[in-house]
């Protein structure tokens, strides 16, 4: 019936309130604006405005019909948004979707054996916390998720790159055993991790801290493990973190002790979906295959 465009006027003439203020946003001229009304109002059969004076008063039509604009409106500004993050991504680059700590930790080692056996191959890091990497994988930027225990999704696949569990690390100045319980680090400062899917998945840290009724003296909150590691090395409190993060710690300034309670697990999945380019499945292959 309308096409697209025509649907767009209507939008912005019912949003604007005036033809000359639509031309403005929608970059075409008056004349155009007006035309394109009465080639809609002719196909439909029905008036959209009434004037008065200058002013345009939308019809109870109109009016009906401005909330399915509205959809349309936003699914093709979606449309463009998609369409140019396709023009603009990193064609010649596989783009991974990765946290800042796996940025700076396992993620680098990986790109670098596998560079050892596929030199040229070039890799672009997209940083998001877990959470906003599972929810957005699909993006057209992202070929590729590599994040915490993430789960399988339609329409993609994955494998585990690493597992291993969480540990507490604390400033050298506390001066706390090798091995603790949860319950005897209540009185010590403690930074939590917020937003991170390796503390309320398999690890199910929060749950048994509730269970448990385990009140931590938490001073600080952060959604990254990096950020939490360099408050512990500023001497500032404690902090739970993966095995991962903590190849980064100082020795000379921290320590590590064991959690007694349980293991609280981690792993660290890659994530890509089916149909992706040639590259991104080599690379992911790799993945399925190497021993990190």
Known sequence: MLSAKQIEIFYEVYKQGSMTAAAEGLQISQPSISKTLGVIEKKLNFKLFLRQGKKLIPTHEADDLFEHASIVHSQLKSFNAIANTYKSRSADFINIGTTPSLAEGIVPKIIKRYNKINPGVKFNLINLNSIDLIEDRYKPDIDLTICFNSKNQPSSRSTIIKEGNHSLVSPIKFNLPDKIFLKDIVQYPFVEITNLLSFYEETSLSNYIKVH??????????????????????????????????????????????ILDKDFKYRISAIKKDIVRYECNEFFNYLCEEKI
């Open 213 to 258: 009724e385990i009140n931590l003296n938490t001073i600080v909150k952060t959604d990254s493990y990096s950020s939490a590691l360099s408050i512990v090395h500023d001497g500032i409190a404690i902090s739970i973190l993966d095995e991962n993060s903590l190849l980064k710690a100082d020795r000379k300034k921290v320590k590590i002790s064991k």
